[in-house]
């Protein structure tokens, strides 16, 4: 069941907050921004809450790719395990997915 992903290809990192795709070009990696966690905002969240929001981001490409992986091959058809996964891969596509 793979879809088309959209989002900038991994691997991502983290450093201080910001999440960052390692784009390779002929020079070699240059890190793209992909998120930032706004220090600035004030909107409540210490700057450990911020660095692991932003390590979250940075796994979600590899996460994605697990569950695709697991969904594929791993899971016997019928399984409840289906259902969960398939719903957290259409909302990491923007898809709406039903409670």
């Known amino acids: 069941m793979k879809n088309e992903t959209r989002y900038t290809p991994g691997p ?3 450093h201080s907050g ?8 002929d020079g070699g ?5 992909i998120a930032r966690m706004d220090r ?3 909107n409540g969240t210490s700057p450990t809450e911020r660095d ?7 796994a979600a ?8 992986e697991v969904r594929d091959g791993a899971i016997p ?3 409840l395990w289906v259902d ?5 891969l259409a909302k990491a596509r923007g898809e709406e997915v039903q409670p």
């Open 12 to 14: 991502w990192a983290c």
């Open 77 to 79: 058809a019928g399984s």
């Open 61 to 68: 490409p590899c996460m994605y790719q697990l569950l695709e």
């Open 52 to 58: 692991a929001n932003a390590h979250l981001i940075a």
């Open 29 to 33: 990696p240059v890190a793209t921004p």
């Open 84 to 88: 969960y996964i398939d719903a957290a």
């Open 40 to 42: 600035e905002a004030g």
């Open 18 to 25: 910001s999440v960052y795709a390692l784009v390779e070009t």
